[in-house]
């Protein structure tokens, strides 16, 4: 994602790809490619690629993270030790690997409340973006409207429309949360069933979803936004997303430790699902879904019983709410 976004933000403004290591700077610097992650953009000239963080957060405007969210922390530490007042925004969408909490709380204990900070969330696959196929994203700060605004507009180019939203917290929660269900969604695939399933699956998921924002007391418009119910939709629907095939390779009978090996990358929704089923179950949330999903990545049941446990379930109202009563 961070290779994409630099390719299509270069159209409109200077940009600094930063990589850990000089070596990988370097290689990628000379071939323009980065073979591991997209290998099928060419990064153009106009990116500068470096792993000399000092220098391009010296001259920087704005710092777009784009790391996994277990090496989020360490990234902002380092951002926050060399010019701490830059606004930081990322595109990982992941938890507090210890809390479960969102991002944006481990933001303001590193780099502190007067910081501006925020979220770059939507359905947006990385090839894509380098392809700048138009795509529509939203942006979310700790700053007020207009200060959102701004970044949404500096950030807008014309293959990608950013939307500014003032749920800093819910667009957060939406973009974590769509990786479980899009695990869901490839374990539905890989059993066989169709199209009625997965769309059960989808619209229970985002009636699973409200009650859990709810309870953070997010707002129901972004879980039908772009960084919501468009999130959901397009990473239940695609097979390239790491997420859903970490499912297909579950229902084929795979561990979860085969299926994370044969994709050979992050799938964060593996952990996610985890750190939302403990807190739904601190907030009094009734998350079936985000439980099955659980019970397959553990290995305690199987993708069949799973189905067959939630289809048992008892019949209710369909606006029925999740919430249990935790008196």
């Known amino acids: 994602?961070?290779?994409?976004?630099a390719i299509n933000l270069s159209k409109k403004s200077a940009v600094t790809l930063l990589f850990k290591s000089i070596q990988e700077a370097d290689h990628i610097a000379e071939s323009r490619i980065n073979l591991r992650y997209l290998p099928e953009a060419r990064i153009p000239a106009e990116v500068l690629i470096s792993a000399d963080r000092e220098a391009a957060l010296e001259v920087a405007d704005l710092v777009l993270i784009a790391s996994p969210v277990s090496?989020?922390?360490?990234?902002?530490?380092?951002?926050?030790?060399?010019r701490r007042e830059v606004p930081v925004i990322w595109s990982c969408k992941g938890l507090c690997p210890l809390s479960g909490e969102p991002l944006s709380v481990q933001a303001e204990k590193i780099l502190g409340s007067?910081?501006?900070?925020?979220?770059?969330?939507?359905?947006?696959?990385?090839?894509?973006?380098?392809?700048?196929?138009p795509t529509a994203v939203v942006v979310a700060t700790n700053r007020k409207h207009h200060a959102v605004l701004k970044i949404a507009s500096g950030l807008s180019n014309e293959s990608l429309r950013v939307y500014a939203n003032s749920d800093l917290?819910?667009?957060?929660?939406?973009?974590?949360?769509?990786?479980?269900?899009?695990?869901?969604?490839?374990?539905?695939?890989?059993?066989?069933?169709?199209?009625?399933?997965?769309?059960a699956m989808i619209t229970r998921a985002v009636a699973e979803a409200?009650?859990?924002?709810?309870?953070?007391?997010?707002?129901?418009s972004t879980l039908m936004g772009l960084s919501g119910f468009g999130d959901i939709y397009l990473t239940c629907g695609s097979r390239t997303s790491r997420n859903y095939q970490v499912g297909?390779?579950?229902a084929a009978g795979n561990t979860l430790e085969e299926a994370l090996s044969s994709i050979g990358?992050?799938?964060e929704g593996t952990i996610t699902a985890r750190l939302i089923l403990k807190r739904a179950k601190v907030l009094g949330v009734d998350m079936p879904l985000v439980q099955a999903v659980n019970d397959i990545l553990d290995g305690s049941k199987t993708p069949h019983e799973c189905v067959a446990a939630l289809m048992a379930r008892e019949i209710r109202h369909e606006k029925s709410g999740s919430r249990k009563n935790t008196r």
């Open 248 to 250: 297909m390779a579950l």
């Open 169 to 199: 917290i819910g667009v957060q929660i939406c973009g974590a949360i769509k990786n479980v269900y899009a695990i869901a969604a490839g374990v539905i695939d890989g059993c066989g069933w169709r199209e009625n399933t997965r769309a």
């Open 210 to 220: 409200k009650c859990y924002l709810e309870a953070h007391d997010s707002k129901r």
């Open 71 to 82: 090496a989020f922390a360490e990234v902002l530490k380092s951002v926050a030790g060399i």
């Open 1 to 5: 994602m961070g290779t994409a976004l």
């Open 114 to 133: 007067k910081a501006c900070f925020g979220v770059f969330s939507g359905p947006s696959f990385a090839a894509s973006l380098a392809a700048n196929e």
């Open 265 to 267: 990358h992050v799938a």
